[in-house]
């Protein structure tokens, strides 16, 4: 049953892609950009709203009262692909920190690149850092969110990656808070495998964490204490007690 939902479930995928993105990418480029996040965005419903139903997702998603109204800084754990899609209707206009790899992808690619991201160049990490926090801060001035995933890359259920602190540092620098959001996404959508899993997909969005008159490593230890300890609630699987070193500053 599950291969046949998984099945079913990226046949819309890839028809969505397809349909949005003839539709909807010769409109987004004379909007404004709020605008053109909430155009955009109507691929990220249905997609979420697709997932639900044809894979037996159910979402139960705690803490939106926590987002506040101006621009912020989130930062999530990373585990599939899911989260990258939520995450961009969940406080919109999000200027989201990806590997330039994925600007490249017909269609979908195109789609993000109308919505201002950060593109990474991993294989030149230094570069990726000075390039995270002047764009990072700039886009945060501009009124836009930054999303990134601290861990680097993908990280399994059930293991553990050091955080980078690229995020905390641009929080810092613009004197915004930070929002901390933990989920178990990587249960019901494995990351490394195309079968998804009925069952509850949590997500505990935390209450913002200042950043004003605080160093980056205060606050990146407070952002990960707090998400390993949602992690250890929400997850069926066992968190491990150490964490792996963290790769570069950049995200897929």
């Known amino acids: 049953m599950n291969v046949l939902r998984s099945l079913l479930f990226y046949v819309g995928y890839f028809l969505a892609i397809l349909v949005f993105g003839a539709l909807l990418l010769p409109v987004a480029p004379l909007l404004a950009l709020p605008a053109r996040y909430r155009l955009l965005n109507l691929y990220n419903h249905f997609l979420t709203a ?22 912020c800084v989130i930062l999530a754990n990373h585990q599939c692909e899911w989260e990258t899609i939520f995450l961009q209707i969940l406080k919109p206009p999000v200027c989201t920190v990806l590997k330039q790899e994925l600007l490249r ?26 390039q995270v926090l002047s764009q990072g801060v700039a886009r945060l001035q501009e009124g836009l969110s930054v999303l990134i995933f601290p861990e680097g890359t993908r990280v399994d259920p059930g293991q553990r990656r050091r955080y980078n602190k690229s995020g905390a540092v641009i929080a810092c620098r613009a004197g915004v808070p930070v929002v901390p959001v933990a989920h ?15 069952g509850v997909l ?27 300890a949602r992690l250890a609630e929400i997850s069926e699987v066992p968190r491990p007690a150490d964490a792996k070193p963290a790769v570069g500053a950049s995200v897929d």
């Open 50 to 71: 697709w997932f639900r139903w044809t894979c037996g997702v159910t979402y139960r998603v705690r803490g939106r009262e926590h987002l506040p109204d101006g621009p």
């Open 184 to 198: 178990n996404a990587g249960e019901r959508w494995p990351g490394r495998q195309w079968v998804k899993n009925p």
């Open 202 to 228: 949590n997500v505990v969005v935390g209450e913002p964490i200042v950043t004003e008159g605080r160093t980056p490593e205060e606050v990146l230890k407070e952002v990960e204490a707090w998400i390993e």
């Open 105 to 130: 992808i017909p269609l979908f690619g195109w789609g993000l690149r109308l919505l201002h991201p950060i593109g990474l160049d991993r294989s030149k990490p230094a570069r990726a850092m000075r």
